[in-house]
């Protein structure tokens, strides 16, 4: 799931909200930790059956890793600093 909302995200314009319709059961869990770790927006259950999520896009999310969308990317330290 969140593989394939990285990879939507990505293409799209800061400020669009994202409507998620799964049935995995760590979505309640997940989206909104993903969010918080990205930057994105979780505003939450928009839909009960499926169950629908909202997240607002950034235009600047802290990057995670293209396989482990769950890991971010940490930008290298200058050995030298």
């Not at 998620?20 to 994105?40: E, N």
């Not at 997240?55 to 890991?71: F, G, L, N, Y």
């Amino acid at each position: 799931m969140l593989i394939l909302l990285r990879r939507r995200v990505a293409e799209l314009d800061d400020g669009t909200v994202v409507h998620l319709s799964t049935r995995d059961p760590v979505a309640p869990i997940d989206l909104p930790v993903w969010c918080d770790m990205t930057g994105h927006d979780y505003l939450g259950v928009v839909a009960a059956d499926p169950p629908t999520y909202a997240v607002r896009v950034t235009s600047t999310p802290t990057p995670t890793d293209d396989r482990r969308p769950w890991h971010r990317i940490e930008p290298e330290r200058d050995p030298g600093a």
